[in-house]
C-alpha cells in the first residue's frame, strides 16, 4: 500500500510558512522565466518581491524557496527585444551578474518592471505602461518600502545592545528557520527518511549547548545521511567544513547550503509544530547558553 502524500497546504498555510523563513513585507508576486549566470537555460519560478529581494519558489505553493536574488545594488533594468508573442524580456545588471527575466505576457511584465524600479529607486517609475490601478499600488508599495528603510536606519547599533537580555540563556524558537527542530540525530535522520517529500534538511540543536547541526539526505546513486556542525561564534555561526565559512545567521546558514546545491537540499517543514508532534517526534521549547 503506497503512503499517502502529505495533503498540499491552503493559502493562508503557505502565506504563514513563507513568514517563517523572512519577515520582509510582500510586495508582487506572480511567475518568471529566470535565467542567472549559473543556469543554463530559463527556470519557471513562481517569484516574490519582498523589500528588495526576489524569491524563487519552484511552484505557486512551495512554502519554502530555492533561490534568492538581492536587487537593492542594481545598476540598472534594461530592456531585451523578444521575437516570441506576447511576452516581455529584460535583464537586472547587478555589480557582480547580470540576471535575465522573461514573462508569460507584456503586462506581466511591465508590473514587473514597475514594482522592481519602485522598490530600488525609491521612486514610481514614469515610463511604464500601467493601469491607474496598478500605479496607485506602485505608491503605495514605495510608501511602506520609504517606512521600512527608515524604520531600518533608524535602529542603531546601541539600541540594540541596550535590548540584550540580562540573564545567560536566549530562548532559540523566534526568530529561527522553519526548518528547525528540536530533535536528537538519531530523530532528524528518521523524520528525512520518512517523509522525504517534506524536505532533506534539518537544523537542529548540536550535541553541545552552544552549536547546531545540520542534517541532510541526499540521493546520488543511494541515500545518504550527513551531519554538518554549526557553531555559535560571537553574533556569526560557522559551518565547520574543510574550508569554514562564516554566515552572520542562521537563515543564511540554511540559505547556504541550498545555493551550494543549486536547490537540491531542501528545508524539511511540516506545516505545524502540532503535526510533527502527531508524527511521534516531540517539540518541546529549548535555550541554549550563549557564548561568552
Not at 55 to 73: A, E, G, N, Q, R
Not at 82 to 93: D, M, P, Q, R
Not at 268 to 282: C, H, W
Amino acid at each position: 500500500m503506497m503512503a499517502k502524500k502529505p495533503p498540499t497546504p491552503a493559502p493562508r498555510r503557505i502565506f504563514q510558512e513563507r513568514l517563517k523563513i523572512t519577515a520582509l513585507p510582500l510586495y508582487f508576486e506572480g511567475f518568471l522565466l529566470v535565467k542567472r549566470s549559473e543556469y543554463q537555460e530559463y527556470k519557471h519560478y513562481w517569484t516574490e518581491l519582498r523589500g528588495t529581494t526576489l524569491f524563487f519558489y519552484s511552484d505557486k505553493k512551495s512554502p519554502t524557496y530555492v533561490d534568492k536574488l538581492d536587487l537593492i545594488d542594481l545598476t540598472c533594468l534594461t530592456d531585451q527585444n523578444s521575437i516570441e508573442k506576447n511576452c516581455a524580456k529584460f535583464t537586472l545588471v547587478l555589480p557582480k551578474e547580470e540576471v535575465q527575466l522573461k514573462t508569460e505576457n507584456a503586462e506581466s511584465g511591465e508590473e514587473w518592471r514597475g514594482f522592481i524600479l519602485t522598490v530600488t529607486e525609491l521612486s514610481v517609475p514614469l515610463h511604464v505602461s500601467l493601469l491607474p490601478g496598478q500605479v496607485i499600488r506602485l505608491h503605495e508599495v514605495l510608501e511602506r518600502e520609504k517606512k521600512r528603510r527608515i524604520e531600518i536606519e533608524r535602529t542603531p547599533s546601541s539600541a540594540m545592545e541596550k535590548k540584550e537580555p540580562i540573564e545567560d540563556y536566549a530562548d532559540v524558537l523566534s526568530p529561527m528557520p522553519a526548518c528547525f527542530y528540536t530533535v536528537s540525530r538519531k530523530e532528524a535522520t528518521e523524520m528525512l527518511e520518512k517523509n522525504p517529500s517534506l524536505g532533506n534538511m534539518i537544523l537542529r540543536p548540536g550535541s553541545d549547548s552552544k552549536s547546531y547541526s545540520i542534517t541532510i539526505r541526499q540521493e546520488i546513486d543511494m541515500p545518504r545521511i550527513k551531519h554538518y556542525k554549526v557553531i555559535s561564534v560571537g553574533k556569526n555561526y560557522t559551518i565547520e567544513l574543510e574550508k569554514p565559512v562564516t554566515l552572520p545567521n542562521l537563515f543564511s546558514v540554511i540559505d547556504y547550503f541550498m545555493k551550494e546545491t543549486r536547490g537540491n537540499l531542501r528545508p524539511f517543514i511540516y506545516s505545524t509544530d502540532e503535526t510533527l508532534e502527531t508524527k511521534g517526534f516531540p517539540v518541546t521549547p529549548l535555550k541554549l547558553k550563549k557564548n561568552v
